[in-house]
């Protein structure tokens, strides 16, 4: 669905990304680890089109059609090829109303004027229906994580990017989210990447995990391989 290859990216001088591979197949759910300021959130930004990448290709592809050059995609055109993003702290407008939220974001993503919230998106959270005329700033933080990934899910991705969608969650608020996401993952269908630093979260949500270390993809493979030694030695902050 999504393939990196030797993904450079610069702030200025500085080089933050060094030819980062990433595959995402359809279907799965995969973990971008790494301490904080390993890259993660640059990563994504280069992917979502909000950061340019200086070399290296991004290619999208789907079965039964030709492969695209994300690289050549606008940030709009990314979300309608199908991607969607959480991010890093939810970024909802708190003044605005529950249902605002969702129409700005179906507003943004789409051309056609007349689209309706999908059925979907208030199957998956009931809560937000009830809430649909409340400001968003004053729900509490699990509901407002849920405007956040029903924001991003209105138009229906085929691949749902989150940034630490477990920062500063209490432990069962995690659990919530954990079944959130394999119900997206299996249910749905959908791709998930996922970055986060919580490793029982990875382990227990994901298939596949990429380890960022000063930008450069150090290690990846399947969850089950993700032993002691490399979270000691990668994410263990010292
Ligand atoms: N706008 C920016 N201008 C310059 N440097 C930046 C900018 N944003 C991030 N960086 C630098 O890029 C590097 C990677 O940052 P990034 O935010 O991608 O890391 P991260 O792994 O997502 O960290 P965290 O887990 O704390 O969000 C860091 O050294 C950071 O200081």
Redesign the pocket.
Known sequence: MLSLRSVNQF?GK?H?LWDVDLDLAPGTCTGVL?R???????LVNCIMGHLPVNSGSMTWQESGSPPKDLRQQSVGQRARLGIGYVP?GRQIFSQMSVEDNLLIALLAGQDDRHCAIPPMVYELFPALWSLRHQRSGELPIDQQQQLALARALVLQPKLLILDEPTDGMAPWLEEEMGNLLHRLNNDFGLTILL?E?RISFIRRVADYFLL?HCGRNVAQGRVAQLDDSMVAKWLTVV
Do not use: V
């Not at 904080?36 to 640059?42: A, F, Q, R, S």
């Open positions: 702030y500085n933050i790494g904080p300021g390993m890259g993660k959130t640059t890093q970055l630093q960022l």
